[in-house]
């Protein structure tokens, strides 16, 4: 089955031909250096994988985030993680790290704790050679301090363990210790909306034989909470209780040793008994020991590169910041995006600021879009899973509560909304009380999930029933003028600018989004045949989108009083998903996004996607460039920005794939937003719509080939990326030619798990010479030209 798309006239698909080969306009001028690998005359398609030939150990290598000198400023503290808790770690008379786990607390408010690494003399003493490297590759965090010194934080998967491996070669050593403390709570406020304050200032600590430790939120009547503990592999070891938020582990110096500690949940408990999760998680990992551990979380984030890949690189290095940035953004997302609950966009699991933050009394769908969005085309539906399922498993409350307020039979989901439904970051204020747009886009996400990995179990199951009730909202809620026969709405918010405004443009476009959506899934499970013609009344007679001779507008004007900084005008780009490249508004789309009230106005500022989507190729790489400028204020890829920390990170990664390759109406477009920069490279392995592995080259201004895994055996139409030139399809199995044709864009019939070579006849892909793609490992600082933001220490 096929997403609803418009119709595209003649015309239209030969635009789309054109613009999916040429950026838009001219960018700004980085420090990085480009890519050893750029030939025109080789390709790395694998065409037995269906995917680009890439040592991804060395490639991504040129990416590690690497500290020539020693880190002082938690600021400035590098992140490492295992999925479900994370630390940032700097140096302060010893290894120091904040601990944060994603189920610790409601929407992750609250951070678990210090872990603090000494030994006397200090691992710092006499040390030469200093360097510290996030490898993303491995996952792992290592600081060398001599020749004879090297600590390396890592994980293991499928846990809440984190390690601390010390190799110290020095036969002086006269003690190690490891403290696992607390900062003041006397202070404590409610950030995370918590039905009881007192039981997270109340700390309990507890020291063995086997292990040491500290709690908070034990009594928590919603069953949050956590412990973080540690014990130690390949050294003896004593332990003992400093003080009321404080405990020690001291350990026999040893020439390598392993402290493993953890942040267990009680989410995650048996019982909800953090403590004895904490003490089985750390046996079992213990017994494991380290060398199997760490090969175990190596292999987990091999797997998890191996899913996709991006090259984005350009002459001057500035392309080629970008595309660190991708990569670290990846990780940081990706390593505290695994847990029962979803990476907060501001809290996550990596902060330095003890319990210290902002807007934790929910998840803000606008940011949290941000953050996960660009997971699909990714290839890890597994992380766009937990966001959705913040949602899917609040059906019931949401039901019940839309009934309650509104007295609809149908789903109204809280633009502010917490972990267990609830609305009440939302109710009592006037930015997102009356926005109704948000279900739309939450039931859209899980369709999306169905569409890239065609499991019709969870559409059937999960997506349908949550769309269907978020039709049946609108359906209740909007007005009808039976004068004009028009379907209408009388007041809510266009997000949080605009506040009770008439027709606002989102729920309009949310309206043409979801509603053509649940009429053909009905259609396609055999199910509410009675409310088919209902739904399709309503969008046949549903009043235009407020606009004027050249723009679309934010809603029915007069335009009023402007309330936050959003671009809600062109929120029809993206997520809507309602124009775009080669369809008929395109130009007034185009224009919209260039008058758009505030350009680049927040850390949440999704311009550059919209940019890409558009076709704007120049617009989108100075849009990712331009945020990183304002936003990208630490060495370490972090914002100084206290409105949300991780949305600009998120939208980087939309922006990059939406630059690369396209498939949200349908049609599969390579290249559809590069940047007009001399040297620029291209080349990715992304997943599109209806579960199809697209990969591809560009260079010197030339598409070399689209290679297509058919993962479950769809059909899509595929754009012609040299426009008219006459192009041929080959199996690569068997090299069957399966079609000709110039035209401007095309249908291709597939069978599963099978990979099709889109070539130009007159220059094909055996043209080409077949090569690996590589690089040389990064050992320093980068930075980004015309900016003061940075990447590393030197």
Not at 529 to 538: C, V
Not at 616 to 625: H, N
Request: glycine share 10%; charged share 20%; hydrophobic share 35%.
């Amino acid at each position: 089955m096929r997403a609803p798309t418009f119709r595209v006239p003649r015309f239209a698909a030969a635009l789309a031909a054109v613009v999916c080969v040429a950026g838009g306009l001219g960018a700004a001028p980085a420090s990085a250096a480009p890519p050893e690998v750029a030939s025109a005359t080789d390709a790395a398609f694998d065409t037995s994988g269906g995917a680009l030939d890439v040592d991804r150990g060395a490639y991504l290598s040129q990416h590690d985030i690497v500290y020539n000198r020693q880190n002082t400023d938690p600021k400035d503290a590098l992140t490492v993680g295992n999925g479900r808790t994370g630390a940032m770690v700097w140096q302060d008379d010893g290894l120091m790290m904040q601990v944060g786990g994603v189920d610790n607390a409601q929407q992750s408010a609250f951070g678990a704790g210090n872990v603090k690494l000494s030994t006397t003399p200090a691992l710092d003493d006499g040390a030469s050679g200093y360097q510290q490297r996030l490898s993303l590759y491995d996952g792992t965090l290592t600081t060398r301090y001599a020749d004879d010194r090297t600590v390396t934080v890592m994980g293991a998967p499928d846990s809440e363990v984190m390690g601390i491996h010390v190799e110290d070669g020095r036969d002086d050593v006269s003690a190690v210790s490891l403290d696992l403390s607390l900062w003041d709570l006397g202070g404590l406020g409610n950030s995370g909306d918590v039905p009881d304050l007192d039981t997270w200032k109340d700390v309990r600590t507890f020291a063995d034989s086997g292990a040491a430790g500290l709690s908070r939120g034990q009594d928590d009547p919603q069953g949050f909470g956590y412990t973080l503990a540690a014990t130690v592999e390949g050294a003896p070891f004593s332990t003992e209780v400093v003080d009321g938020s404080r405990v020690r582990l001291t350990v026999d110096p040893s020439d390598s040793y392993t402290i493993w500690f953890t942040s267990s949940s009680r989410k995650g408990a048996p019982g909800g008994d953090s403590v004895a999760r904490a003490r089985q998680e750390l046996q079992q990992t213990s017994a494991t020991g380290y060398d199997s551990t760490l090969g175990a979380f190596r292999d987990w984030w091999h797997a998890f590169w191996q899913k996709s890949f991006v090259q984005y690189s350009d002459d001057s290095g500035q392309a080629g910041y970008l595309e660190n940035v991708y990569y670290l953004s990846t990780y940081m997302i990706a390593a505290g995006g695994y847990g029962d609950y979803p990476f907060h966009f501001i809290n996550g699991v990596f902060r330095s600021t003890g319990d210290d933050t902002k807007w934790s009394n929910a998840y803000w769908y606008w940011n949290q879009r941000d953050v996960y969005n660009s997971f699909l085309a990714s290839g890890h539906a597994d992380l766009m899973n937990g966001f959705n399922r913040l949602y899917s498993r609040n059906f019931d409350a949401l039901k019940s509560y839309t009934k309650t307020r509104y007295g609809v039979d149908g789903i109204w989901v809280p633009e502010t909304m917490g972990w267990d439904g609830n609305a009440r970051g939302t109710v009592d204020s006037d930015f997102t009380q009356d926005i109704w747009s948000t279900g739309a886009e939450a039931a859209y996400n899980m369709y999306l999930q169905y569409r890239y990995t065609d499991d019709t179990g969870y559409l059937r199951d999960t997506a349908y029933p949550f769309l269907r009730e978020v039709v049946k909202f609108y359906q209740g809620m909007l007005s009808y003028d039976q004068g004009r026969n028009e379907y209408y709405v009388a007041s809510s918010n266009s997000h949080e600018t605009y506040w009770d405004v008439p027709n606002a443009i989102t729920d309009l476009a949310a309206v043409r989004n979801v509603f053509p959506i649940a009429i053909e899934v009905s259609e396609q499970l055999g199910q509410d045949a009675g409310l088919r013609p209902q739904w399709q009344n309503i969008l046949d007679h549903l009043i235009a989108y407020p606009q004027d001779d050249d723009v679309y507008l934010p809603h029915t004007p007069p335009v009023s009083q402007t309330r936050n900084n959003e671009n809600v005008a062109s929120e029809l780009v993206w997520p809507y998903d309602r124009t775009g490249i080669g369809h008929p508004d395109q130009r007034k789309a185009v224009d919209t996004w260039r008058a758009r009230p505030f350009p680049y106005g927040n850390v949440w500022a999704n311009d550059a996607v919209q940019a890409a989507r558009l076709g704007l190729g120049d617009d989108a790489f100075s849009g990712m460039k331009t945020m990183l400028q304002k936003y990208q204020n630490y060495p370490n890829g972090m914002t100084s920005n206290t409105n949300g920390v991780f949305e600009y990170l998120g939208v980087h990664l939309a922006a990059m794939n939406e630059s690369l390759m396209q498939s949200y109406d349908g049609r599969i477009r390579v290249f559809p937003a590069i940047p007009d920069r001399a040297g620029f490279t291209g080349k990715f392995t992304l997943l599109a719509e209806g579960g199809f592995q697209v990969s591809s080259e560009r260079e010197a201004g030339d598409t070399k080939y689209v290679g297509i895994k058919s993962l479950y055996g769809n059909t899509t139409r595929v754009v012609n990326p040299w426009g008219d030139q006459q192009l041929r399809v080959r199996r690569a199995s068997d090299n069957a030619e399966v079609l000709t044709t110039s035209d401007g864009e095309f249908t291709l019939d597939t069978d599963p798990n099978t990979v099709y070579l889109v070539e130009r006849v007159a220059k094909p892909f055996s043209d080409y010479t077949h090569t690996t793609l590589t690089g040389s490992a990064n050992q320093g600082a980068k930075s980004l030209e015309g900016t003061d933001s940075t990447l590393g220490m030197g």
